[in-house]
């Protein structure tokens, strides 16, 4: 098993987090902002509810709860590997065929880890979140997010993948100082050998990421009033 390198002097605060009326909100020193993968809901909450509406309310928990776990469990295995303490008899045979692919990219292309599953926050955005990784990624700092799926993914249906770890770019450089421009999304899909690996850069998704941030204070303020 490959043994990772980790940056040693980089410290990052914990907060406390909040939840009510479907939202997560972190309370940082300077206020509370809501999560970023709170925010990105508001571009598939329609297309959700419609789903629900077609399989039905059981089907739909049923999915919805299976895929919760399984991405669970996958995102454990991807923190436990860069970790250097995988024990893969703690997951179930099909967990382990999924990551399997995340961990080939992950040999093949990781170098120093600076921080996982890491809370971050922006007052410039005004959102925050928890990061799945920021490492060195073919010799360049990245965020890097993991994510799981049923079938291949198009580019054109995982805009708010990339609209979230652009939020994690500026977070990050915001808390510590380190610019990032990097985005890596790398999705295990079932029944696939390799994992499916989508490289962005950051500028390219903050314009985006700013509008759907409008679209969600928006709704907020409409659902006050």
């Not at 297309?47 to 509406?53: C, D, Q, T």
Request: aromatic letters at 10%; proline letters at 2%.
């Amino acid at each position: 098993m490959r043994k990772f390198e980790h940056k040693t002097d980089l410290q990052l605060e914990e907060y406390l987090t909040e939840e009510g009326n479907g939202r997560r909100l972190y309370v940082t020193p300077e206020g509370k902002f809501p999560s970023i993968t709170t925010v990105l809901g508001v571009l598939s909450r329609a297309g959700i509810a419609e789903w629900r509406r077609r399989v039905g309310e059981t089907e739909a928990n049923r999915i919805s709860t299976q895929a919760a776990r399984r991405g669970t469990n996958v995102h454990q295995m991807c923190e436990d590997y860069l970790n250097n303490e995988l024990d893969v008899k703690k997951f179930l045979p099909h967990e382990r065929d999924m990551f399997s692919g995340i961990k080939k990219e992950l040999d093949k292309s990781i170098g120093l880890v600076y921080t996982q599953e890491s809370p971050l926050y922006s007052s410039y955005l005004g959102v925050a979140g928890r990061v799945d990784c920021i490492a060195e990624h073919d010799g360049r700092l990245a965020v890097i997010d993991f994510k799981t799926a049923g079938k291949l993914k198009k580019k054109e249906y995982i805009h708010s993948y990339f609209q979230q770890a652009a939020a994690y770019c500026v977070m990050f450089e915001e808390r510590t100082g380190i610019p990032i421009d990097k985005i890596v999304i790398i999705i295990a899909v079932e029944n696939e050998d390799d994992a499916q690996v989508f490289i962005e850069k950051r500028d390219n998704w903050v314009d985006d990421l700013q509008e759907t941030i409008r679209m969600y204070n928006s709704s907020v303020f409409q659902a006050e009033c």
